[in-house]
């Protein structure tokens, strides 16, 4: 093993190590094979990165370098890369029982998981819970949960979501570029802006905003699908790929007054910001409200695939038999998996973790603000944080080229961080929650120096 340190390519020392461990591919021959052999429709959000290994919150690529890791996999391991805890759970569990499909047989993993989710996560009186692989499955799965409970086929979901890729989700999801030569996508899906008062407030106090945005959806029902033939309303409390947008608390509780009016089933889309990533369990108990349907995946699972659906009772037993599920869906690994990563959160309340790496980011960030045109907002829960950057002399114009420019910059320094948002402007940390504060204060340092440097002129494009 050689450990050095090397410069990065814009001038800043790498901070991290090189490890030369044992490898059969460099960083060059792993991305020259994966350009031969997968397609481009498979996206690259951070470059042209390569992983060998990770632990806690780093990641070495191919060549041994070493990357602080605010991506965290897309908001998947909360409970850092290679957890010890989840490692076990996953070769003690497989060693007994890999798959037999609970479509089969009942096996405890997954009634163990649901009882605890439910028990988390409680939605009224009583909750039940369906275990599928993904989020967009997720998605899916409510969809047709909330219609066969409601008898009505029409959804109303909002601009800059995501949603997932598969065919319904992707009707769902806003961005444009995920949909490209993919329809006809399915049908009875209608669109509203997302409460996002940096967008859409013209201005507006926040009661005053959530008040239109509310009389919006109502005059909906009259200008756009009938309210009787709504079967549900899906948003997510905080917008993930949409750019850490976040429905102020009031329009949550508003739409749950208007959905009981109307009988419309609410569902809420937590996979990206469930599972201690805003500070709470899921974002839509900073609202204090419940819904009728939720959806999570991601780092429920400590990196395993494995995804959820929980809903009342009442609405999950409407569904006929047969209709939810799939072959895989709470494979007994993962949901060994599930339930260690489960138990790392709670013993070492990964929630109040979450709120102080927030408090920490944020402080970056409004350092940033002060320092820089560039940044115009900040937002975001707990430790699901993000900066807009604008250009200088036109404040509401999205200034994608610098974002492009910081996160190019940050890769080369040994920082993983990657944009969102529609014009990919939006810088968003997704760190692993179990971060050192080292590592931590390390990450916002490069970031904060190559924010700089833009701002200064002295990164540009080539």
Request: proline share 5%; with cysteine.
């Amino acid at each position: 093993m050689v450990i050095k340190t090397v410069r990065g390519e814009v001038g800043l020392p790498y901070t991290g190590t090189i490890i030369r461990a044992k490898s059969v591919a460099s960083n060059r021959n792993l991305i020259e094979r994966r350009e031969a052999i997968v397609p481009k429709a498979v996206g690259q959000f951070a470059g042209q990165l390569t992983a060998v290994s990770a632990s806690g919150a780093r990641v070495t690529d191919a060549d041994g370098h070493e990357f602080i890791d605010f991506a965290g996999g897309i908001g998947v391991m909360n409970v850092g890369h290679s957890a010890p805890e989840v490692v076990r759970a996953i070769q003690d569990q497989a060693e007994r029982l890999i798959h037999v499909s609970i479509h089969v047989a009942t096996y405890e993993p997954y009634v163990e998981l649901c009882e605890k989710l439910a028990d988390l996560l409680p939605h009224g009186e009583s909750t039940k819970v369906i275990l599928i692989n993904s989020g967009a499955e997720a998605v899916e799965n409510a969809i047709k949960l909330a219609r066969q409970a409601t008898g009505r086929p029409a959804v109303i979901c909002f601009s800059e979501a995501f949603h997932g890729r598969t065919l319904m989700a992707l009707a769902l999801t806003s961005k444009t570029k995920y949909k490209t030569g993919c329809g006809p996508l399915a049908p009875e899906v209608y669109r509203l802006p997302y409460p996002s008062q940096f967008k859409y407030g013209d201005g507006l106090s926040e009661e005053a905003f959530v008040e239109r945005e509310l009389e919006r959806m109502e005059a909906a029902f009259l200008s756009l699908v009938p309210a009787e033939q709504v079967a549900a309303i899906i948003l997510e409390p905080v917008q993930g790929e949409g750019g850490f947008a976040v429905a102020p608390p009031a329009y949550l509780r508003g739409l749950r007054d208007l959905c009981d009016r109307h009988g419309i089933m609410l569902i809420l889309d937590e996979v990206q910001s469930g599972f201690c990533r805003t500070g709470r369990w899921g974002a839509y108990e900073h609202a204090g409200i419940v819904p009728d349907l939720s959806t999570w995946a991601k780092s429920m699972g400590g990196g395993m695939p494995i995804s959820a659906v929980l809903g009342k009772a009442s609405v999950m037993d409407a569904a006929a038999p047969g209709t939810v599920g799939g072959t895989y869906g709470g494979n007994p690994v993962s949901c060994a998996a599930a339930l260690a990563a489960i138990g790392i959160m709670e013993r070492d309340n990964l929630n109040q973790r979450a709120r102080e790496i927030g408090r920490r980011v944020r402080k970056t960030f409004e350092a940033l603000q002060q320092d820089t045109n560039l940044v115009a907002d900040i937002r975001g829960l707990g430790a699901m944080l993000a900066m807009e950057l604008c250009h200088e002399e036109d404040p509401a114009r999205p200034a994608g080229e610098a974002c492009r420019l910081i996160t190019a910059a940050c890769r080369d320094r040994g920082l993983i961080v990657l944009p969102s948002g529609a014009h990919g402007n939006v810088i968003r940390i997704l760190v692993p929650l179990i971060i050192t504060d080292e590592d931590l204060d390390r990450g916002l340092a490069i970031l904060k120096e190559a924010v700089l440097q833009v701002q200064e002129g002295e990164l540009v494009s080539t």
